[in-house]
């Protein structure tokens, strides 16, 4: 793969894990969550390209 492909795909993954991170613990300090679980889903979609990637799982809430 090329070195700049690599670099801006990474840079873009990081700031995606990054700022859900951040908005997902702003949430749950936002709410009541203890004892709670929440199914959570995650969709990038690249413009120009056929992709939609979609990523499911679950968060528990902060005791």
């Not at 993954?13 to 700022?19: A, S």
């Not at 613990?25 to 413009?47: L, M, N, P, W």
């Amino acid at each position: 793969m090329d070195d700049d492909f690599n670099m801006s795909m990474r840079k873009f993954l990081k700031q995606v894990g990054v700022t859900s991170q951040q908005a997902i613990e702003q949430a749950t300090r936002d709410a009541d969550t203890k004892g709670k679980t929440f199914e959570a889903k995650a969709v990038i979609t690249i413009d120009g390209l056929e992709i939609e990637h979609v990523v499911t799982g679950s968060i528990k809430g902060q005791e």
